[in-house]
């Protein structure tokens, strides 16, 4: 089965938000074995809708589309679908009575009851997460699915309802397993797996990198899940052995989630310091719940003086050493352990740029600075490519793997 990805909204076009709608379906589909043949982008215009699926259609078996299903004048999606096909609009009772008792006991708006307007013969994917459901209309060989443009109304909406009745679609089950790597760029990730790359036909490998990180997903296809598995096992064994310790996680783990965990097993509190990165280390672990058992507390100390006056950074040791120094993160390190009590400081100073490098410190050198209680401070120096926040973002990630591998 071919798909092609069709967002509905003007709003896209005008680039004020993100299609990330057809990033989370490229993926889910993949991972169900389904090709995407593109992605199309198109406003809210009944002509040119029409024209979109027309085209859209015209190289895929399925369309899948996301937007304008609210219950606005501009959203047109279902009525568009309904001409397309040849159907009239009609009521459905159940999806009706499901926004009533949604708006019990609160004001409803008049034009929601659009949202229970769908067009004649449709399959309907109720939306746990907002007022329009799901539509999904099939026709001479051909499938429509119309799902929210809320990510988190899609979202959820197609995990529940458009993975079940896509599965029904094949004979084979798809399972796939993906790796995370830390520490190892794109191109040697490929080139390390090269032989395995080359030979895949079940499972397939396939790179996602990132700025931080590179992601493989291994998608195999057999019977049944548990065979699918059993095909999936012995190359994922294969990568470990490759990769080893660069392997920091698999699925939806993160390396602030894994680094939260093993800071929480092993019974540490946490205190951060941080001046090139300006909190987005603190705010990694902040991210997730759970956090405030173990971070005690995160200080932005920007300044030499702040550094001096908050950390205790002596400043003889940034007049000598400079303030982006493995002597300065080790004492910023000490300094946010003590003051917070906590059993493990983290510090990060460096150069983001776009100015302030020099020859003998450049624009992308940032230190680490690493106290842990029992067994001393340790510092790292990274030279870090990219533009000033892609660098803030890799002096984070370098510090929470340095962490990883520092509590082992």
Not at 220 to 245: C, H, L, M, S
Request: hydrophobic share 40%; net charge neutral; aromatic share 4%.
């Amino acid at each position: 089965m071919i798909v092609e990805i069709l967002g509905i909204g003007t709003e896209l076009l005008l680039g004020d938000i993100a299609n990330t709608n057809a990033q989370f379906l490229s993926r889910e589909l993949a991972g169900l074995g389904i090709t995407v043949y593109g992605h199309t982008a198109v406003g809210d215009n009944a002509d040119r809708l029409k024209t979109a699926l027309k085209y859209a259609f015209s190289k895929a078996d399925m369309v899948v589309a996301t937007g304008g299903l609210g219950p606005t004048q501009d959203d047109i999606s279902k009525e568009v679908a309904a001409d397309y096909f040849g159907r009239k609009m009609v009521l459905d009772d159940v999806s009706w009575q499901a926004i009533q008792s949604r708006f019990s006991g609160r004001d409803m708006p008049k034009n929601v009851m659009r949202n229970a307007m769908v067009p004649a013969g449709s399959t309907l994917f109720p939306n746990s997460r907002g007022s329009a459901p799901g539509v999904c209309l099939q026709q001479d060989g051909k499938i429509l699915i119309l799902l929210p443009g809320p990510p988190h109304e899609m979202e959820s909406m197609f995990t529940e309802h458009a993975v079940p009745f896509l599965r029904q679609k094949s004979d084979r089950v798809f399972m796939s397993r993906t790796l995370k790597i830390v520490g190892v760029g794109e191109s040697q990730v490929e080139e390390t797996l090269r032989d395995l790359i080359d030979a895949q036909k079940n499972p397939t490998i396939a790179p996602y990198a990132k700025i931080t990180e590179v992601a493989l997903r291994l998608t195999a296809a057999a019977k049944t899940k548990e065979d699918a598995t059993q095909v999936i096992n012995p190359v994922a064994q294969e990568i470990y052995k490759r990769f080893g310790q660069h392997i920091y996680g698999e699925g939806d783990a993160t390396l602030a989630k894994v680094v939260l965990q093993k800071l929480s097993v092993s019974g540490h509190t946490l205190g951060i310091a941080e001046s090139c990165t300006g909190g987005l280390l603190a705010s990694s672990f902040v991210d997730m719940p759970g956090c405030s058992d173990v971070l005690l507390e995160g200080a932005v100390t920007y300044s030499n003086a702040a550094k001096t006056a908050r950390l205790g950074v002596l400043q003889d040791l940034i007049i000598t050493h400079g303030a982006v120094s493995a002597e300065v993160a080790a004492a910023m390190a000490d300094g946010i352990a003590a003051s917070s009590k906590a059993t493990v400081g983290v510090s990060t100073t460096g150069i983001a740029g776009p100015d302030g490098g020099t020859a003998t410190k450049p624009v992308g050198l940032v230190f680490i600075g690493l106290h842990i209680a029992g067994k001393g401070t340790v510092t790292k120096e990274l030279r870090l490519m990219g533009e000033r926040n892609e660098i803030r973002k890799r002096a984070v990630n370098s510090a929470l793997d340095f962490m990883r591998t520092s509590l082992d």
